[in-house]
């Protein structure tokens, strides 16, 4: 597949600043592997998945501000799929980028086909989005919180279209206090570890463990 092909004829827009983090778990050890796709929040409960997941699964990840019309995200993404095969994909994406519905639900859906098509075959687990609230107040949104409930629907339909399994992160922390950073965004440590939890479960379900 041309990874330029997935990117629509326009001007992306970029965030003040675009990060992103590849990280490999013990790249030369023989073993079964996962491949994290994110964005912070992945990267924030990472730490402690690998805690809780057996010591033989390696938990690789590509974390990143990218949002899915950016032609840097699937040329990035590739070349992290060149460096190691995996067993599972635990994709995540939907907090950043102005993209509206329909050319978020473009982009997503050729990026989980390009996962569908590739040689190894991995299994794909999509994960939806997570509540944006007022700072220091779990049960009050962001104005952006519409877009991510309007972004988590699509991640499930597209699973449901293609036999994936979907998480739902979003019911999952949705108004629960003293689990939050000091942002609309971000989990403390108890919320990374519940979120942590999930995914474990999600990961040894799909690893057969």
């Not at 994110?38 to 990840?61: E, F, R």
């Not at 700072?135 to 519409?146: A, G, H, L, V």
């Not at 989990?187 to 990374?192: A, H, P, S």
Request: proline share 5%; charged share 30%.
């Amino acid at each position: 597949m041309d990874v330029n092909t997935t990117v629509p004829e326009r001007r992306v827009k970029l965030e003040k600043y675009e990060w992103s983090n590849m990280w490999w778990d013990e790249p030369e050890m023989e073993g079964r592997r996962v491949l994290l796709v994110g964005d912070s929040i992945t990267n924030g409960y990472s730490p402690a998945l690998k805690k809780i997941m057996p010591p033989d699964i390696y938990i690789d990840k590509y974390v990143t501000s990218r949002a899915l019309d950016n032609p840097s995200f699937l040329k990035e993404l590739t070349y992290v799929l060149t460096q190691g095969k995996y067993e599972v994909i635990h994709f995540n994406n939907g907090l950043h980028g102005a993209l509206d519905k329909e050319l978020f639900k473009k982009c997503y859906e050729e990026v989980i086909k390009y996962l569908l098509s590739l040689e190894d075959s991995p299994k794909i687990i999509i994960s939806g989005t997570t509540p944006v609230v007022v700072t220091d107040k779990p049960n009050e949104y962001m104005p952006f919180n519409e877009k991510s409930i309007e972004r988590d629907s699509v991640a499930k339909e597209i699973a449901e279209k293609y036999g994936l399994m979907y998480e739902n992160l979003y019911s999952l922390v949705d108004g629960i206090e003293g689990i939050r950073a000091h942002d609309p965004f971000h989990y403390n440590e108890k919320g990374c570890e519940i979120l942590a939890n999930a995914v474990c479960k999600n990961l040894k379900k799909v690893l057969n463990i």
